[in-house]
C-alpha cells in the first residue's frame, strides 16, 4: 500500500489540509494518508523528510499559505528551495501547494482559492503516483489550480 505524506502549517489562515485529504479519499484506493503539521512554510522540507524516512511515504504534498509581506515572499522562496532540495535528495516527488494571501482581495475569495487549489494539487499528486500518464495527457493546456485555466497557447489539431 503506497503512503501519501501531507505536511501543512499553522500559520496558515485555512485549513489546506482537509480539502486535500477529501480530494484524496475521492479519487481512489490503494493508499494510506499520514500527516505532519508543522508551525510555518520554513518547517516544512523537515516534515517532508520526516514523512519519507520515518513513516515511509512515497509522495508528499506540502501545504502553506505566505503572508502578504515581502518578509513572507521571501520566505516563500527559501520555503520552496528546501523542499526541491528533500525531494531530489530524495528522489521522491513533493507536490508544493503554497497558496499566497497576496492572492485574493478578500477573506472569502481567499478561503475559496485556497480550498480549490489544496483539492487540485492533492488529485495531482494522486495522479503523478497512481496515474502518471492522465497528466501527460494534459501537458501543454495551461491548467492552473485554484483559478481558472488559462488554456494552451495553440489548439491541439
Avoid at 495531482?124 to 489550480?145: D, K, M, S, V, Y
Wanted: aromatic share 6%; hydrophobic share 45%; net charge positive.
Amino acid at each position: 500500500m503506497k503512503r501519501i505524506g501531507i505536511a501543512d502549517t499553522t500559520f496558515a489562515r485555512v485549513d489546506l489540509a482537509s480539502p486535500a485529504v477529501r480530494a484524496l479519499q475521492g479519487a481512489g484506493t490503494g493508499f494510506r494518508i499520514v500527516r505532519r503539521t508543522v508551525p510555518g512554510i520554513k518547517d516544512l522540507a523537515v516534515a517532508c523528510r520526516q514523512l519519507f524516512h520515518e513513516d515511509g511515504c512515497d509522495l508528499c504534498l506540502a501545504l502553506g499559505m505566505p503572508g502578504p509581506a515581502e518578509l513572507d515572499r521571501s520566505s516563500a522562496l527559501t520555503a520552496s528551495l528546501g523542499l526541491q532540495m528533500v525531494g531530489a535528495l530524495e528522489g521522491k516527488p513533493i507536490v508544493e501547494c503554497f497558496v499566497y494571501e497576496s492572492e485574493a482581495t478578500d477573506a472569502r475569495t481567499l478561503d475559496r482559492l485556497a480550498r480549490r487549489r489544496a483539492e487540485e494539487h492533492a488529485l495531482n499528486a494522486w495522479n503523478l503516483l497512481f496515474r502518471p500518464q492522465a497528466l501527460a495527457r494534459h501537458a501543454g493546456e495551461g491548467l492552473r489550480q485554484g483559478f481558472a485555466d488559462a488554456g494552451p497557447v495553440r489548439p491541439r489539431r
